[in-house]
């Protein structure tokens, strides 16, 4: 077994070689080790794993490189100037970023893990999905409890409940995880359907809204980050599946339990019941700490960027995923929820069948009354992109031949993906009769000019490169004529200078998305459905590009829009986070080195641990305030409805519901 003094001297050697100072570390006996004690295991109690986190000491070469990255990063993000006054109804997402990289370049911490876990959750409540230190090493623990909870209507009254599938959902996790429970005697069975009163001794909606302010994230609107607290049906990759919700499945293991006051079915009174959480790993195979900081916590291949024009960088890359995956726009959240995907328990499942194009991320149905037919987007991030776009081609068509005459669209816990994903559904559903009557059927869209990107795009221009290089060579957009820029094109400069919250914002000039050229199936001249006999439903968790889908169907053609779910008597945002495009560390970092600017004092160095600083590169503005970008563009669904015992788990009884409320 390699002891923690191997581990933490390998380290210092690593740290040495990227210039690092010479690091001193204590010197424990390899049975000290907490990881060897959590090794090999799948669920583990939270103090376990926490132990084994915090098992790594702080240093502060990593604490310069991270944070020398990230400063240099959020360089290139676009929404830095606003968030030091967020416009209501945002307000609550206001924070001076630099005051807070500053706060944490100078707190001390005992361990890598709270360093890491201050700059998680800092960038965590920025509130968007697209901006956020991701640590490899961090996220490989997530808490479940063995009860969540919903919001639910019961009697005309809103209220929290456990969820009442409970005996049928947990079990899914297999018996590794139940086991531990009983070892306990831990009856988590009892609990299905038990009214909440209280959580940790709060209103169980007030403690839905702390959750919110403090641990959600990814939703600028502090109304869907509410609806993310609580368990909800999804798809999770081209399978149903159920979220825990952020109470129940918080990221880190860093509580051990949760005391609830329940009103257990049938029981005459009330009891207040502490309830263990336990850990689930899902990160790489690691047998002792040495193992687990190698397989997860250091840079590897993967981590940091590379230079495009290099054929034997780009064959190495190409041998791992598609090229072409790479270098489409994609808007998207991080919902790390989905590092241990539960499935739907299958009676909850549709029981129509499903119509043709429904073996991805899109499951399309036909409801008993002949006349409705449903598409479930749960993705604009499918594995193949044109395959998406046949299997929506392949769903109207057997629709049409059905005789459906109305459509419901549901966006539930749909993360974005793909940019024109986005766009393509919008022109399949509104048609190309309608989209000729728009200079361009996309958002107006800017990017930040800042020192280094207006080199960026000088040099890729002086190189001769094209959009199989880079996403910021011109080719990759059109101007506001729907004309492709040519390669010669320099958009970034000169640059337009605003002034917001006091501060001088500098962005490109404006231009829109190429995306028509990506289509390949024909958008049909008239659309299969009137305006009125489409709607879109979900729980407002449709972030990037489905957040850009609805609001350009809401924008554009006034579709009508329903929530589910949510705080009672309260109406918020339809759509979570609508960033124009996103960039990992991977992407931008291969900007700057295929641009031959790494060597740049404005460049970011390569990060030394397994870490992805992901920040939203471009804004896409509303067709309503050509000022303001849609995220901070207040538009609120038309229906809010409450969830109930029959719907929140069983999408068709949903879909049915929202039949009968939402088409005369």
């Given at each position: 077994?390699?002891?923690?003094?191997?581990?933490?001297?390998?380290?210092?050697?690593?740290?040495?070689?990227?210039?690092?100072?010479?690091?001193?570390?204590?010197?424990?006996?390899?049975?000290?080790?907490?990881?060897?004690?959590?090794?090999?295991?799948?669920?583990?109690?939270?103090?376990?794993?926490?132990?084994?986190?915090?098992?790594?000491?702080?240093?502060?070469?990593?604490?310069?490189?991270?944070?020398?990255?990230?400063?240099?990063?959020?360089?290139?993000?676009?929404?830095?100037?606003?968030?030091?006054?967020?416009?209501?109804?945002?307000?609550?997402?206001?924070?001076?970023?630099?005051?807070?990289?500053?706060?944490?370049?100078?707190?001390?911490?005992?361990?890598?893990?709270?360093?890491?876990?201050?700059?998680?959750?800092?960038?965590?409540?920025?509130?968007?999905?697209?901006?956020?230190?991701?640590?490899?090493?961090?996220?490989?623990?997530?808490?479940?409890?063995?009860?969540?909870?919903?919001?639910?209507?019961?009697?005309?009254?809103?209220?929290?409940?456990?969820?009442?599938?409970?005996?049928?959902?947990?079990?899914?996790?297999?018996?590794?995880?139940?086991?531990?429970?009983?070892?306990?005697?831990?009856?988590?069975?009892?609990?299905?359907?038990?009214?909440?009163?209280?959580?940790?001794?709060?209103?169980?909606?007030?403690?839905?809204?702390?959750?919110?302010?403090?641990?959600?994230?990814?939703?600028?609107?502090?109304?869907?980050?509410?609806?993310?607290?609580?368990?909800?049906?999804?798809?999770?990759?081209?399978?149903?599946?159920?979220?825990?919700?952020?109470?129940?499945?918080?990221?880190?293991?860093?509580?051990?339990?949760?005391?609830?006051?329940?009103?257990?079915?049938?029981?005459s009174r009330p009891e207040t019941v502490k309830i263990p959480f336990l850990a689930s790993y899902a990160g790489a195979d690691f047998t002792n700490g040495a193992d687990f900081w190698a397989n997860n916590c250091a840079a590897n291949s993967d981590t940091n960027g590379i230079d495009f024009k290099n054929a034997a960088q780009v064959?190495?890359?190409?041998?791992?995923?598609?090229?072409?995956?790479?270098?489409?726009?994609?808007?998207?959240?991080?919902?790390?929820?989905?590092?241990?995907?539960?499935?739907?328990?299958?009676?909850?499942?549709?029981?129509?069948?499903?119509?043709?194009?429904?073996?991805?991320?899109?499951?399309?149905?036909?409801?008993?009354?002949?006349?409705?037919?449903?598409?479930?987007?749960?993705?604009?991030?499918?594995?193949?992109?044109?395959?998406?776009?046949?299997?929506?081609?392949?769903?109207?068509?057997?629709?049409?031949?059905?005789?459906?005459?109305?459509?419901?669209?549901?966006?539930?816990?749909?993360?974005?993906?793909?940019?024109?994903?986005?766009?393509?559904?919008?022109?399949?559903?509104?048609?190309?009769?309608?989209?000729?009557?728009?200079?361009?059927?996309?958002?107006?869209?800017?990017?930040?000019?800042?020192?280094?990107?207006?080199?960026?795009?000088?040099?890729?221009?002086?190189?001769?490169?094209?959009?199989?290089?880079?996403?910021?060579?011109?080719?990759?957009?059109?101007?506001?004529?729907?004309?492709?820029?040519?390669?010669?094109?320099?958009?970034?400069?000169?640059?337009?200078?605003?002034?917001?919250?006091?501060?001088?914002?500098?962005?490109?000039?404006?231009?829109?998305?190429?995306?028509?050229?990506?289509?390949?199936?024909?958008?049909?001249?008239?659309?299969?459905?009137?305006?009125?006999?489409?709607?879109?439903?979900?729980?407002?968790?449709?972030?990037?590009?489905?957040?850009?889908?609805?609001?350009?169907?809401?924008?554009?053609?006034?579709?009508?829009?329903?929530?589910?779910?949510?705080?009672?008597?309260?109406?918020?945002?339809?759509?979570?986070?609508?960033?124009?495009?996103?960039?990992?560390?991977?992407?931008?970092?291969?900007?700057?080195?295929?641009?031959?600017?790494?060597?740049?004092?404005?460049?970011?160095?390569?990060?030394?641990?397994?870490?992805?600083?992901?920040?939203?590169?471009?804004?896409?503005?509303?067709?309503?305030?050509?000022?303001?970008?849609?995220?901070?563009?207040?538009?609120?669904?038309?229906?809010?409805?409450?969830?109930?015992?029959?719907?929140?788990?069983?999408?068709?009884?949903?879909?049915?519901?929202?039949?009968?409320?939402?088409?005369?």
């Amino acid at each position: 077994m390699v002891s923690l003094t191997s581990r933490f001297i390998a380290l210092a050697a690593l740290l040495g070689a990227f210039g690092g100072s010479e690091v001193a570390f204590a010197a424990p006996t390899a049975a000290a080790d907490p990881c060897v004690k959590v090794a090999g295991k799948t669920f583990v109690p939270p103090a376990d794993a926490l132990a084994c986190l915090k098992s790594f000491p702080f240093n502060e070469t990593l604490r310069q490189n991270v944070l020398t990255v990230v400063d240099r990063v959020f360089n290139f993000y676009t929404f830095e100037d606003y968030y030091l006054n967020s416009p209501p109804p945002f307000q609550d997402s206001t924070v001076n970023i630099r005051a807070q990289l500053k706060r944490i370049n100078t707190t001390k911490y005992a361990t890598d893990y709270d360093f890491n876990h201050d700059l998680f959750v800092f960038t965590s409540q920025l509130n968007d999905g697209h901006t956020r230190w991701l640590p490899s090493c961090y996220e490989t623990y997530q808490n479940l409890l063995p009860a969540p909870v919903v919001t639910l209507e019961e009697n005309g009254v809103e209220g929290v409940f456990v969820v009442p599938d409970l005996t049928d959902f947990i079990p899914l996790l297999g018996s590794n995880f139940t086991d531990f429970f009983k070892a306990q005697n831990f009856d988590w069975e009892r609990l299905a359907g038990a009214r909440v009163l209280k959580i940790q001794g709060q209103d169980p909606y007030a403690y839905a809204e702390t959750i919110a302010h403090t641990q959600s994230g990814n939703y600028l609107d502090h109304g869907v980050r509410v609806n993310s607290v609580f368990s909800s049906y999804r798809i999770s990759g081209t399978d149903f599946s159920q979220r825990f919700g952020d109470i129940a499945g918080p990221v880190f293991p860093d509580l051990e339990s949760l005391t609830m006051t329940v009103q257990v079915v049938n029981a005459s009174r009330p009891e207040t019941v502490k309830i263990p959480f336990l850990a689930s790993y899902a990160g790489a195979d690691f047998t002792n700490g040495a193992d687990f900081w190698a397989n997860n916590c250091a840079a590897n291949s993967d981590t940091n960027g590379i230079d495009f024009k290099n054929a034997a960088q780009v064959a190495k890359l190409t041998s791992d995923a598609p090229l072409r995956a790479r270098k489409l726009a994609k808007a998207s959240i991080v919902d790390l929820s989905q590092k241990v995907s539960i499935g739907l328990p299958s009676q909850f499942e549709p029981t129509v069948p499903t119509v043709n194009g429904s073996e991805g991320v899109i499951k399309s149905y036909v409801l008993p009354d002949g006349k409705t037919g449903v598409m479930f987007v749960g993705s604009f991030e499918p594995d193949d992109f044109f395959g998406f776009q046949t299997d929506v081609q392949s769903s109207f068509a057997d629709f049409q031949s059905k005789g459906v005459s109305q459509l419901i669209v549901d966006l539930t816990n749909n993360g974005g993906g793909f940019v024109c994903l986005g766009q393509f559904l919008h022109a399949f559903l509104v048609g190309t009769k309608s989209l000729g009557t728009f200079q361009n059927p996309g958002f107006q869209s800017t990017m930040r000019a800042n020192p280094l990107a207006q080199k960026i795009v000088a040099s890729d221009i002086a190189l001769g490169l094209d959009d199989n290089f880079s996403f910021y060579t011109p080719d990759n957009w059109a101007f506001l004529n729907d004309t492709e820029m040519p390669l010669t094109h320099n958009y970034i400069t000169p640059a337009s200078t605003r002034t917001i919250n006091g501060q001088q914002f500098v962005e490109s000039q404006r231009f829109a998305d190429v995306c028509e050229t990506g289509f390949v199936v024909d958008i049909p001249e008239e659309p299969f459905f009137a305006p009125d006999k489409i709607a879109i439903v979900g729980n407002a968790n449709c972030a990037s590009t489905c957040a850009m889908f609805s609001t350009l169907m809401n924008e554009r053609h006034n579709t009508t829009i329903a929530n589910f779910g949510g705080m009672p008597g309260t109406q918020f945002e339809f759509k979570g986070m609508a960033g124009n495009q996103v960039l990992e560390w991977f992407d931008i970092d291969s900007e700057i080195k295929t641009a031959n600017l790494k060597d740049d004092p404005l460049a970011p160095p390569d990060l030394l641990v397994n870490a992805d600083f992901r920040h939203n590169w471009r804004i896409a503005y509303s067709f309503l305030d050509e000022t303001t970008p849609i995220e901070y563009h207040s538009e609120r669904s038309r229906f809010r409805f409450a969830y109930t015992a029959e719907t929140y788990n069983n999408p068709q009884n949903l879909w049915t519901f929202a039949t009968s409320k939402l088409f005369s």
